[in-house]
C-alpha cells in the first residue's frame, strides 16, 4: 500500500506526545505577543489571540512572552509578561487553556525561569548565565528590514553559582506544579537563544571549568537536572519537552553536532519532545530566516534525529508545507512549528489540511512584527489587518508608534542613524 505523502496528508495526521495524541502536526510557537495585562495576567487580547489560532487548525498552541520566576519577571526586556511564578496566576491561565481546548487544540506552557545574558539589571540585581560574557546583538547580521543602529551589547552577566543553578531549577518546578494545575496539556522548559539555560550548551557561553562546564555532558547538566526535576514533580504521563538552539552560527561557535551531543544527555532525563530553535540574538538573521527550511539545509534536525532517536522533533521557520511534510516523511522531523506565518494567516493550517494551500495569506518577511516586538509597540501584520486586535477593545498602535515602525525599517534612515550613533561620544564608565 502506498504512503500519502502530499501535505495535506502528512500535516494532518496526528502525532503522539507522551500520552497525548495531537489531531496534526501544525504547531504554533511561542511568541511575546500575547499583550498580557500589566500584572502579568492573560488579557482577554491574549486569549482570543491563541483562540483564533486554535479556531484556524492548528493542533497545538505553545504559550511564549511568559515568565516562570520573579527573577525572570525583573529582569525581563519587555513587559508585561504572563506569570507562571505565583499561585494566584493560575485560575487566569486556567481560564486561557479553556479558550483554546474548546477549539480542539492543546496547550503547552513554556517555562521560562531567566533572561540570562539578555537579562536586564533592575532594583540592584544582576542577570545570571553560566558565564559572564555579554551578548554582541546581530554579531553576524540582523533579520531582513531589522537594523539596530550603532548596534548593541548587553551588559555582561554574573556566573551562575551552583546554588543559584538550583534555585532556578526550583523555580522551574514550581512553575511545571502551576502549569498543571491550571490544565495545560504540557510543558517545554526554555534553553534557546542567549538566554539562562542556552548558556550553558554550547562552549562558547560556557567558559565553566566546574560540573556544569567543559564536556558536553558537564554543559548538558543544568538543563538535564532541570528536566529530571519536573519529570519527578509532573509524573511519568504528563508532557515535558524542551525548546533548544540548534547551531550558533558564529566564529568558533559549536555546530548541529555538538548541539545534538548535549541534547543526547539531556534526553536521559526524561525528554517528550524537543522544539529545535535556529541561531540565536548573535545570529538573528539565522533565527529569523527570510527562506523557508533553512534548519533542514543545514542538516540540524537530522543531526538530532541522529543522536536522540526517536523522540519526537519539532521543526522550525519551514513554512512551505510540502518541504515540512517531506521532512517527515524522511523521518527528519515529527511537525512543523511557526510562527510570523501564523501571524499573517491564522487560517493556514486549516488551509494546508483541506488541500487550499493557494488560498493562504504568505508572510512576507517584512519583520514589521519583529521590530514592534523589539521596541515594545503592540505587535501588528500588515498581511492581516485583524492581527493584534483579536479582542475588539485590544489597545492599539498609535499613528506616531506605527509612523517609528515604518522608519525602523527603512534602510536609508537606519544608514543616517547607524552613523550617528556610531559617531556619538561613548559614555564614560
Same mark, same amino acid.
Given at each position: ?149 550603532? $548596534? ?156 536522540? $532517536? ?120
Amino acid at each position: 500500500m502506498k504512503t500519502e505523502t502530499s501535505a495535506s496528508a502528512v500535516l494532518g495526521s496526528p502525532l503522539r506526545i507522551n500520552s497525548l495524541e495531537i489531531k496534526n502536526r501544525i504547531v504554533l510557537g511561542p511568541m511575546a505577543v500575547l499583550r498580557p495585562t500589566d500584572d502579568g495576567r492573560p488579557s482577554n487580547q491574549s486569549i482570543a489571540f491563541l483562540r483564533r489560532r486554535a479556531e484556524g487548525g492548528v493542533g497545538l498552541v505553545f504559550v511564549g512572552g511568559a515568565v516562570a520566576s520573579e527573577r525572570a519577571w525583573n529582569e525581563s526586556p519587555f513587559f508585561p509578561n504572563i506569570r507562571f511564578d505565583k499561585d494566584e496566576f493560575v485560575p487566569d491561565l486556567a481560564r486561557m487553556v479553556v479558550a483554546v481546548q474548546e477549539e480542539g487544540a492543546a496547550i503547552f506552557a513554556q517555562l521560562f525561569p531567566s533572561f540570562g545574558r539578555m537579562g536586564v539589571p533592575r532594583n540592584g540585581a544582576h542577570p545570571i548565565a553560566a558565564s559572564a560574557k555579554p551578548v554582541v546583538m546581530g554579531a553576524t547580521g540582523f533579520p531582513d528590514h531589522v537594523y539596530v543602529p550603532g $548596534g548593541r551589547v548587553t551588559p555582561p552577566p554574573d556566573a551562575a553559582t551552583a546554588a543559584d543553578i538550583k534555585a532556578v531549577e526550583a523555580d522551574v518546578v514550581s512553575a511545571a506544579r502551576r502549569a498543571k494545575a491550571a490544565g495545560f496539556d504540557g510543558v517545554e522548559i526554555g534553553a534557546h537563544m542567549c538566554y539562562f539555560y542556552s548558556s550553558f550548551l554550547s562552549p562558547l557561553a560556557n567558559q565553566r571549568t566546574d560540573e556544569y562546564g567543559g564536556s558536553a555532558e558537564n554543559r548538558a547538566r543544568a538543563l538535564r537536572d532541570a528536566v529530571a526535576a519536573v519529570r519527578a514533580e509532573v509524573g511519568p504521563d504528563y508532557p515535558v519537552g524542551i525548546r533548544m538552539s540548534v547551531n550558533d552560527h558564529l566564529p568558533s561557535g559549536q555546530g548541529a553536532d555538538g548541539f545534538a551531543e548535549v541534547a543526547r544527555h539531556i534526553v536521559t532525563a526524561g525528554v517528550d519532545f524537543i522544539s529545535l530553535t535556529e541561531g540565536n540574538y548573535e545570529s538573528m538573521g539565522q533565527n529569523v530566516p527570510s527562506q523557508s527550511g533553512n534548519m533542514l539545509a543545514h542538516g540540524e534536525p537530522q543531526a538530532f534525529r541522529a543522536a536522540v $532517536g526517536g523522540i519526537p522533533l519539532f521543526l522550525s521557520s519551514t513554512p512551505d508545507p510540502q518541504q515540512a511534510a517531506d521532512a517527515i516523511t524522511a523521518g527528519h522531523a515529527d511537525a512543523t512549528m511557526l510562527a510570523r506565518q501564523l501571524l499573517a494567516d491564522p487560517d493556514y493550517a486549516k488551509k494546508v489540511i483541506g488541500g487550499r494551500e493557494a488560498e493562504i495569506v504568505w508572510c512576507d518577511h517584512a519583520n514589521s512584527c519583529l521590530r514592534r516586538l523589539m521596541t515594545n509597540i503592540p505587535v501588528a501584520c500588515h498581511k492581516n489587518p485583524e492581527m493584534g486586535h483579536e479582542d475588539p477593545e485590544a489597545k492599539r498602535a498609535t499613528p506616531l508608534q506605527n509612523m517609528f515602525v515604518w522608519a525602523a525599517g527603512n534602510a536609508f534612515l537606519m544608514a543616517i542613524a547607524d552613523k550617528a550613533a556610531k559617531a556619538a561620544p561613548k559614555p564614560k564608565h
